[in-house]
């Protein structure tokens, strides 16, 4: 390689490296015109496979009169499956080299005669290590440079291949920032249209009361149970409402764990209150024990079971009981390591929650307690088993569920009898 050429090589690199990386087909058209102008050539383009279409794309084509002809012909496009010099280099990672291309059968028709392209090389472009497209250089010219240009070729070729990966990776980086942006701002109006919502349908439900007292001493019951309905409706909103306003502060950590003495066996049975005329909710104790006492919020852990049960009743068919089974045990397993240290961690209380519902298939089951990880049959958000998580982790406990689809499910919430030591 001479001086000369060395020059320009490293001439060529520093351009290329200078190119600002804000999106591909840019940064490809810069690096495109930069080559072209380097080896003086008609056209440059920089091709990149679309997997989609399997198609050879000109993501970069130097600005030229032979490179706007492309363009205007279509031939910016060449379909893998037509084949073609250019589709060749790729396919074998090889470089190609003519100085007559229109004595080449291999050349494709359009190219040689409708751009008048008579010398051609190609290089492949490999991007993070795999190959990605290709480079061209093309001239109108016979024999406008001879096969020595193809190393110079390849290696430029690897440098446009680093600009492409440099600009693909700040692309990422500004999509991702771009996304935790949105949904930042998505959460935050969330947040606020949940609390302004809640605050309205306060005086909203206060009305329907009344119209439902005077609906019943008038004796109308159609406005009794349209009244009803409305009520029923109105406290599913409220619900939802404060279900965001919980993950909210989870988020933020500002959600807070009242600890105190509470009995599970006592708030499994507030909880049953829930149950239907079609379908009970039964309390089972297999130890025996009238009280299973334990240090936790009764607010939020009776959250987390209404969330389960209530889950439980939607999923169930009429007839078929849902099971609460309270119960202590001695196993250490029972409580996953958690940010804070349990003291007497082989002393947990368990509520399983158990339904004879269609059960949930394998696929769901991983994602069951994410956010937004609905469940079968779900009508909500998927926040509520989310938001069972959050509140049994706050209490250095967990929650766990299995499932035979068909044979319905059992959740096991736990929590340990001792509180935590933060």
Same mark, same amino acid.
């Given at each position: 390689m001479t001086e000369g050429t060395q020059d320009r090589l490293l001439d060529v690199l520093q351009r290329l490296m200078a190119i600002e990386a804000l999106e591909l087909s840019g940064a490809l058209t810069a690096a495109s015109d930069m080559v072209n102008a380097a080896f003086s050539a008609d056209k440059t383009d920089a091709f990149f496979l679309d997997p989609k279409t399997q198609t050879l794309v000109a993501l970069g084509t130097s600005e030229t009169p032979m490179g706007n002809l492309q363009r205007s012909l279509g031939l910016h496009v060449l379909p893998v499956a037509n084949g073609g010099r250019t589709v060749e280099c790729f396919l074998t990672g090889e470089p190609y080299f003519t100085a007559h291309a229109d004595q080449d059968p291999g050349v494709l028709k359009g190219i040689k005669e409708a751009l008048g392209v008579r010398t051609m090389v190609a290089a492949p472009?490999?991007?993070?290590?795999?190959?990605?497209?290709?480079l061209v250089l093309c001239s109108a010219t016979p024999a406008f440079w001879d096969e020595g240009v193809v190393d110079f070729v390849r290696t430029v070729a690897g440098w446009v291949g680093m600009v492409a990966h440099r600009t693909e990776l700040v692309e990422r980086v500004t999509a991702g920032a771009a996304e935790q942006a949105r949904q930042v701002a998505a959460e935050e109006l969330v947040t606020v249209l949940a609390h302004d919502v809640r605050n309205l349908l306060t005086p909203v439900r206060g009305r329907v009361q009344m119209l439902l007292r005077t609906a019943r001493r008038d004796g109308r019951e159609a406005?009794?149970?349209?009244?009803?309905?409305?009520?029923?409706?109105?406290?599913?909103?409220?619900?939802?409402?404060?279900?965001?306003?919980?993950?909210?502060?989870?988020? *933020?950590?500002?959600?807070?764990?009242? /600890?105190?003495?509470?009995?599970?066996?006592?708030?499994? /049975?507030?909880?049953?209150?829930?149950?239907?005329?079609?379908?009970?909710?039964?309390?089972?104790?297999?130890?025996? *024990?009238?009280?299973?006492?334990?240090?936790?919020?009764?607010?939020?852990?009776?959250?987390?079971?209404?969330?389960?049960?209530?889950?439980?009743? /939607?999923?169930?068919?009429?007839?078929?009981?849902?099971?609460v089974r309270v119960e202590r045990k001695s196993a250490a397993?029972?409580?996953?390591?958690?940010?804070?240290?349990?003291?007497?961690?082989?002393?947990?209380?368990?509520?399983?929650?158990?339904?004879a519902g269609p059960g949930i298939s394998p696929e769901v089951l991983p994602r069951l307690f994410r956010r937004f990880g609905r469940g079968p049959g779900s009508s909500g958000l998927g926040l509520g088993l989310y938001i069972v998580r959050r509140v049994a982790e706050a209490h250095g406990g967990s929650v766990t569920a299995d499932s035979t689809p068909g044979l319905g499910a059992r959740f096991v919430l736990t929590v340990p009898l001792t509180a935590p030591v933060e």
């Open positions: 472009i490999e991007v993070a290590g795999e190959r990605r497209g290709v406005d009794v149970a349209n009244a009803l309905a409305a009520i029923e409706h109105a406290d599913r909103v409220q619900h939802l409402a404060s279900e965001l306003l919980d993950v909210a502060r989870l988020d *933020e950590g500002t959600f807070a764990i009242a /600890r105190q003495d509470v009995d599970l066996v006592a708030l499994a /049975r507030q909880v049953a209150a829930l149950g239907t005329e079609e379908n009970e909710v039964r309390i089972e104790t297999p130890g025996g *024990e009238p009280e299973v006492r334990v240090r936790a919020d009764p607010d939020r852990v009776r959250q987390a079971l209404e969330n389960l049960v209530g889950n439980a009743l /939607r999923v169930s068919p009429p007839g078929s009981p849902i099971i397993t029972q409580v996953p390591p958690t940010a804070g240290r349990v003291t007497g961690a082989n002393q947990v209380a368990t509520v399983s929650v158990i339904d």
